[in-house]
């Protein structure tokens, strides 16, 4: 039915420092046909499609273009060979046109001069090829096309480039529905045309409307592969099918939940839309969701990182105003960052002087460094000794520790305070499986001690397994709530669309 | 940086002391000059060399604060000019010797009021620092100036000159005990627990070496970041009184010293993008710059030698610092 495939990678494993990223995967592409590879935040993707442009070099396997082994070097080799990727962040030099971009790097030229003619002209005849030459001149600024014209030149110049495979990473995640709609003529023209199409998506509306056959990818390794499109729910049980494992705590009995500390009426902003949120005393609240579905920009309102422009937040039955974090901390509300070495170390200071920094921004700013209203050095020491923060000496630069001890460092930085609202974002992000579980415990540890804690979290089997209680958003909404007896299943339909949540 | 835990003796005890290279180069450089020149163990001689470098040295300490958050100021050489050439001198120009007692809080109120405007255009309008002081630098240049009118019109009465000139004599032990020695072991103490003993000096760090974390953590970054330039900008006034005591006064006395302290603060080990830095390995620092220049005077070399000098440490020393935290891994 479909000739050899132009692309194809075998066996094909990379680990890096303590994570095992790949374990012998296989995928096959063809010419003439969109091949959708699916899989949750983390389950390799990304990293599969590095290693067949070139950004890395697989420890194992081969990867064979037209039936010959190639070892990329570098990214220009894959490029060379007809492999075009196009990820979610665009690589267009925004003060540029669209024709400078299409050419950026091998420019024509003539007697010695870049041929301004000769790539207008060019860009036309590739922008003809597509039909959207009405939508996009050569001669516009990339910074005034909108996001979806902005792929369009990207996949463009991949055209121009002789693409034989072209890579789209989520392609329609910045894009509305009728944008989505001329991406899908795009690629079926382009498939028409006899280019191979890597597709990478979680949103099963999609593969279903575009792909011709389906791989999943799981923890680094393919759990399924389709030569023919089966039903979303097949695809969504290979994405997520796992057993929860043992090292969740026991979730909250009825008993141990008390009042609502934290609600949220009515609450938006520019990427929020009428919030209704309760978050109870001794309650672990996962909130699942695509990227950009509001989660973390809900995390961030409440925090005062974002605040709300609308509607009302209440603290245990007191209407606040969050309008900074320093608010919110002195409010009771605490933040861990998913993004911990952007957003929450300070990595040349030490492990003691990361944990202490909240408690020293809140004591006297004269008064001593180590001996504060909030806690002390030993303090300090015993709470990092609490959450086994492995350092060589708390003295040590933050930079040297694992990102599971930062994290704990982290946590003990908060602990220190006892805030009555801890909200997680991606908790166990980048970290071993073995302090996973003790942060997963450490957080009932909060909650059994009266707090509300908030978790943000991409891992569906994170989610399931350490809330009382899901929330999934979606578009800058709550679309569904859970008990935890949830599926996987369930929450991913809800988070992508495709069915709206029960109400718990 | 220089505390270990006592909890962990045995993995301390295993690593070499941390000695900041600084201090092994001050004293390098000291027994070079004694060599040179052996009048420099009298008393009177390294007496005369500290009252030299006390200046610069508590002008570097000052520096550091901004330095540790993240920023540069370049206004700390027009701060002292203009304080000292206009306030100092052209409105004393009745050479009341009383008049130091409320000169030198109008001095140190200009300074507040300079430190301020640099924080809050830094902080509030987001204008780099680099940037925000070398504008206010040329302005506190123009005004001085035009002010003084080119040239500064009295005289510093004696009672002015008294921090950066008077020598307690018959001091057991050393003999000669200038005031200006003690103006910098008292304000260097100052910065030092400032910088390493306080809350403050915590979150100056935490500004300087992640903003973003620290907003988040907590701290009140912006006034913590005005706060640092109000240091530097009062150090300022504090180093032109004691430089004007020292020497003769000129509209351009502070010029070359805004960068003669950031230097300090690098051969201190200070990152020059913020977060790390230690007041006494800048006041260090600043005595090494001041021995190398001694040096090359004793050897003969004039003064364009020494600012190609001082523009190769500065660059030397980055480079060098930089390429060590990138062997650390950052």
């Keep these: ?504 | 940086m220089t505390e270990q835990t006592a909890a962990r003796p045995e993995v301390s005890r295993r690593r070499l002391p941390g000695v900041n290279p600084v201090y092994v180069l001050v004293v390098a450089l000291l027994l070079a000059i004694f060599i040179m020149n052996p009048a420099f163990g009298e008393p009177t001689g390294y007496m005369n060399f500290l009252k030299r470098v006390a200046a610069l040295a508590i002008l570097s300490g000052g520096a550091l604060y901004v330095i540790v958050s993240g920023g540069f100021d370049l206004s700390v050489g027009s701060t002292m000019t203009l304080t000292l050439t206009v306030i100092g001198s052209s409105m004393l120009a009745s050479n009341d010797p009383n008049s130091t007692y409320w000169i030198i809080p109008l001095m140190l109120g200009i300074g507040l009021v300079v430190g301020l405007i640099n924080g809050l255009v830094v902080s509030y309008l987001k204008v780099p620092s680099l940037i925000a002081t070398l504008g206010m630098m040329i302005t506190l240049n123009g005004v001085a100036f035009m002010w003084s009118g080119g040239a500064p019109r009295g005289y510093l009465p004696d009672t002015f000159r008294f921090f950066g000139r008077f020598n307690i004599s018959d001091v057991p032990l050393i003999g000669i005990l200038p005031v200006a020695v003690i103006c910098l072991v008292v304000f260097g103490t100052i910065l030092w627990w400032g910088m390493h003993r306080t809350n403050y000096g915590r979150m100056l760090h935490a500004i300087g070496d992640n903003p973003q974390a620290a907003r988040l953590a907590g701290v009140p970054v912006q006034r913590v970041r005005i706060s640092a330039f109000v240091v530097s900008a009062l150090t300022a006034v504090l180093a032109g009184v004691i430089l004007g005591g020292r020497g003769g006064v000129s509209v351009d006395i502070g010029s070359g010293y805004e960068l003669q302290a950031i230097t300090a603060a690098v051969i201190g080990g200070a990152q020059l993008l913020g977060g790390r830095g230690s007041v006494p390995a800048t006041i260090a620092g600043a005595l090494a710059l001041e021995a190398i220049f001694t040096l090359l005077n004793l050897i003969g070399l004039a003064q364009p030698v020494r600012l190609v000098v001082q523009g190769l440490i500065l660059i030397g020393a980055v480079a060098l610092a930089t390429y060590q935290r990138k062997r650390a891994g950052r």
């Design chain 1, 1 to 504: 039915m479909i000739d050899a495939p132009v692309i194809e990678m075998r066996g094909i494993s990379k680990s890096f420092p303590g994570v095992k990223a790949l374990r012998g995967v296989s995928f096959a592409c063809a010419r003439g046909e969109v091949h959708a590879l699916c899989g949750e935040n983390g389950a390799g993707k990304s990293t599969l499609i590095k290693i067949l442009s070139g950004v890395y070099r697989p420890d194992a396997g081969e990867v064979l273009i037209d039936g010959k082994a190639q070892h990329f070097s570098h990214p220009q080799n894959a490029l060379l060979a007809g492999i075009s990727v196009i990820y979610q962040e665009f690589s267009l030099l925004r003060e540029r046109t669209v024709a400078q971009n299409l050419f950026l790097g091998r420019e024509p030229l003539k007697n010695g001069i870049i041929d301004s003619r000769a790539m207008i002209t060019e860009t036309q005849r590739v922008l003809a090829l597509f039909g959207i030459r009405h939508r996009i001149k050569p001669e516009t600024l990339v910074a005034d096309l909108d996001v979806a014209s902005q792929q369009m030149v990207e996949i463009a110049k991949a055209i121009s480039l002789n693409a034989k495979v072209i890579v789209m990473d989520e392609p329609t995640a910045a894009l509305n529905e009728a944008e989505c709609e001329v991406l899908f003529a795009l690629v079926d023209r382009l498939r028409a045309s006899g280019t191979a199409i890597v597709y990478i998506t979680h949103r099963m509306r999609e593969v279903t409307r575009i792909a011709n056959r389906v791989t999943v990818i799981k923890d680094g390794e393919v759990t399924a592969s389709f030569d023919t499109v089966p039903a979303p729910e097949v695809i969504v049980r290979a994405m997520v099918g796992r057993d929860i494992s043992e090292y969740y705590p026991e979730p909250a009995a009825p008993a141990e939940i008390g009042k609502p500390v934290l609600t949220i009426a009515g609450g938006s902003n520019a990427s929020l839309r009428d919030i209704d949120l309760e978050l109870r005393a001794g309650e672990i609240v996962g909130f699942a969701g695509l990227q950009g579905a509001g989660r973390t920009a809900l995390a961030m309102a409440i925090f005062g990182a974002a605040p709300l422009t609308a509607g009302t937040m209440t603290l245990d039955g007191k209407t606040v105003r969050l309008l900074t974090p320093r608010d919110a901390i002195r409010a009771g509300i605490g933040m861990l960052p998913g993004d911990r070495k952007a957003s929450a170390l300070v990595l040349m200071q030490s492990v003691r002087d990361n944990g202490m920094l909240t408690a020293r921004s809140f004591a006297h700013a004269l008064g001593r460094r180590n001996s504060n209203r909030f806690i002390g050095i030993e303090g300090m020491d015993g709470l990092l000794d609490q959450m086994k923060v492995r350092a060589p000496s708390y003295e040590q630069e933050m930079r040297f520790l694992s990102g599971g001890n930062q994290q704990k460092a982290i946590v003990a930085r908060w602990l220190a305070l006892r805030p009555k609202v801890l909200i997680f974002i991606e908790p166990t992000r980048g970290i071993d499986v073995d302090t996973k579980a003790s942060i997963y415990h450490l957080m009932r540890d909060l909650a059994r001690g009266g707090a509300a804690v908030m978790m943000v979290s991409s891992d569906l089997p994170e989610i399931l397994g350490a809330s009382d209680r899901i929330v999934v958003m979606r578009d800058g909404r709550i679309v569904g709530q859970f008990d935890r007896t949830a599926t996987e299943a369930e929450l991913m339909l809800a988070a992508t669309g495709e069915a709206a949540g029960v109400a718990a």
